[in-house]
């Protein structure tokens, strides 16, 4: 399998140079900064190398143990048709249907966790996490904040999660978990983007908030509602994200950017109820093993968070932020900070926009605003 860097990473590796030294003006850039931008493109192609050798290592793996599964049983399984799929270009109508797990065939063995400690060896887990290590030092560079919030978080596997990253409360402490199937097949910036995504949501207490939202709400409306918030202030997201371009292009809508959890939540509602059709929901099982990403159940892990109480979830994640808040600090992570610690459990995006970006709106303009916040804060951007 054969991909290149996202072109997002290049166009970021362009505003760089660009913003550096003066370059756009002058036409000219000192050794620093060639430096600077070959650690920058070095560091992402190494990650991306070690991803996509190790995807191709633990899918093949994975084919070897359904092939001597249908030796042994002298049967063709769902996870056979879904390996097939995997190898065909595929049409949108089917991704989130591959994958499909073996829960036609009640016999010992067949479970996910027995497939999942089959497939993910401690040799390719170990792996995995030093991927994630690596990904978690471009945060330590860029956003010291979210690099120590995820040293923090316990990391756990999951072969069944409909997405690359998801969180969840267990035993006093905040678990992040990955599904390497989906995640290793994304450039690096986006997986280092995930990361802030999860944390994103932490902070501003949807783990908790999706419950009172869900009252007035279907629940795979909230859960997209925050996708199209959070998504909103990452430069790097996949693309089949949950933006607010992407829905308002699968649902014939005019959402406009950067507006409340609630005012995305009623558009997608609605659209729910008069328009099922297009929300078919995907028939899950234990021993699903996920293969892309499906909005619709990709937040489900968040109900299996511990069950407690508002105030203590919250004490737990101001616990996370004051441990994180180390080091040097963006303006605007500064200000998401304060915000959280004065009101809790309703984090207002639109101040955060603000602080962020000033009066920029969307678009390209939006992302010219950020390589010039990157430049007044070179310092840190040059560390990578």
């Not at 756009?24 to 070690?50: F, M, N, Q, V």
Request: glycine content about 4%.
């Amino acid at each position: 399998m054969q991909r290149n860097l996202d072109k997002d990473d290049i166009r970021d590796a362009s505003d760089l140079l660009t913003h550096i030294d003066g370059w756009e003006k002058t036409g000219s850039y000192d050794a620093d900064a060639i430096e600077a931008l070959d650690r920058w493109h070095a560091k992402r192609e190494r990650i991306h190398r070690e991803a996509e050798a190790l995807y191709a290592q633990i899918y093949a793996t994975y084919e070897a143990y359904v092939d001597s599964y249908e030796e042994q049983h002298h049967s063709v399984a769902p996870e056979r048709i879904a390996a097939d799929l995997m190898n065909h270009n595929m049409s949108d109508s089917h991704i989130g249907t591959i994958g499909r797990a073996l829960e036609d065939i009640e016999v010992e063995g067949t479970n996910l966790a027995v497939m999942q400690q089959a497939v993910m060896t401690p040799a390719f887990e170990q792996r995995l996490w030093n991927i994630l290590h690596d990904v978690n030092s471009l945060l330590l560079e860029e956003d010291q904040f979210f690099g120590y919030f995820y040293l923090q978080m316990a990391h756990r596997i999951r072969f069944d999660m409909t997405s690359a990253f998801g969180i969840n409360l267990k035993q006093g402490g905040y678990v992040l978990y990955v599904n390497p199937f989906i995640l290793l097949r994304q450039p690096p910036d986006v997986m280092k983007d995930g990361i802030k995504r999860e944390i994103l949501h932490i902070i501003s207490a949807h783990l908790m908030r999706v419950k009172a939202l869900s009252q007035g709400f279907h629940k795979t409306a909230v859960h997209m509602a925050m996708d199209m918030v959070v998504n909103d202030y990452l430069e790097h997201v996949d693309r089949d994200a949950v933006t607010v371009a992407n829905v308002n292009a699968r649902f014939g809508l005019l959402l406009k950017r950067f507006r409340t959890i609630e005012y995305y939540a009623k558009a997608i509602d609605k659209v729910m109820k008069e328009k099922p059709d297009l929300f078919v929901p995907i028939d899950s099982a234990e021993t699903a093993v996920a293969m892309e990403f499906d909005p619709q159940t990709s937040h489900d892990i968040w109900d299996e968070s511990d069950s407690i109480d508002t105030d203590t979830m919250d004490q737990i994640t101001e616990r996370y932020i004051n441990e994180a808040s180390k080091g040097d600090m963006e303006g605007y992570v500064k200000s998401l900070i304060d915000t959280f610690q004065k009101t809790r459990r309703a984090l207002p995006w639109y101040f955060y926009l603000k602080k962020l970006m000033g009066k920029v709106a969307s678009g390209y303009k939006k992302r010219r605003c950020v390589a010039i916040v990157v430049s007044q804060s070179a310092s840190n951007y040059l560390a990578l």
